[in-house]
């Protein structure tokens, strides 16, 4: 309410606010759009993300009349990938990571029938090396995605790589 015309608030990080995972918190959805009148994402890497403040508050404020957007950095980011998949230099190599495969299965897929070579790293790599019976210990894994794994690896045949060995520690 003290916020003079023109200026700015800075929220601190939502990340571990409960209703921020939740997603579907009507009162601290509508609190954060409440607080905003516009509402701009400029962080490409969380975009496919369905938490509260990616998702619901966009929504929220869109259907209230208020402009939701991305912003300059995402712009300049697809459109870099746009050219680089639509125009791509040869050798076209892409690097993945991430927790999960389930997340990345369209962008996986649809990069094997662009790239010479997918290479898979990151947490992700061991729902792989278990569907190809490896050992993969207390490490991260996706157990009801190791079929589809095995899926993805048959269709990807020498294009898709994954690390050939890992160090775990403490």
């Known amino acids: 309410a003290a916020l003079p015309t023109g200026g700015v608030l800075v929220v601190e990080n939502v990340r571990f606010n409960k209703g921020e995972k939740k997603g579907d918190d009507k009162a ?5 759009a409440a607080l905003a009148d516009a509402y701009v994402n400029d962080a490409f890497g969380t975009c496919h993300r369905t938490e509260a403040s990616m998702y619901a508050v966009p929504a929220a ?7 939701a ?4 950095l995402v712009e300049k980011e697809v459109q870099y990938l746009a050219d680089a998949i639509g125009h791509p230099k040869r050798p076209f190599v892409a690097i993945l990571g991430g927790k999960k495969v389930s997340d990345k299965i369209a962008v996986i897929t649809n990069l ?9 790293g990151g947490a992700m790599a061991y729902t792989f090396s278990l569907a190809q019976g490896g050992q993969t210990g207390k490490s991260l894994v996706e157990p009801d995605k190791v079929e589809l794994a095995r899926e993805l690896l048959a269709k990807g045949g020498a294009k898709l790589v994954l690390p050939v060995d890992t160090h775990c520690a403490d």
């Open 69 to 72: 957007v991305v912003g300059f």
């Open 28 to 32: 601290y959805v509508d609190g954060l």
């Open 112 to 120: 094997l029938s662009i790239c010479d070579h997918v290479l898979i």
């Open 61 to 67: 404020m869109k259907a209230a009349g208020k402009p």
